[in-house]
């Protein structure tokens, strides 16, 4: 499953990189996209676990720009 979410207050490229980062990371997640112009994160998840994934992704999202929020489009 494909889900694509808007990031609020993404403020830098370096953020945007180290997020994607942080998201292909978690268990669940299998590809992580964040377009910095765009300020979207598009993820390929499994749809089973997606509102627990969902959480974490928030959580890694503002370790690395304490703003930043995630709402889903």
Do not use: H, W, Y
């Amino acid at each position: 499953m494909i889900k694509t979410f808007k990031l609020t207050e993404l403020d830098c490229p370096v953020c945007a990189n180290k997020m994607q980062e942080a998201v292909a990371k978690i268990e669940g997640v299998s590809q992580a996209r964040v377009d910095f112009l765009a300020t979207k994160l598009t993820i390929e998840v499994q749809e089973q676990n997606l509102t627990k994934i969902v959480k974490q992704i928030g959580k890694a999202v503002r370790k690395v720009e304490p703003d930043c929020e995630i709402i889903e489009i």
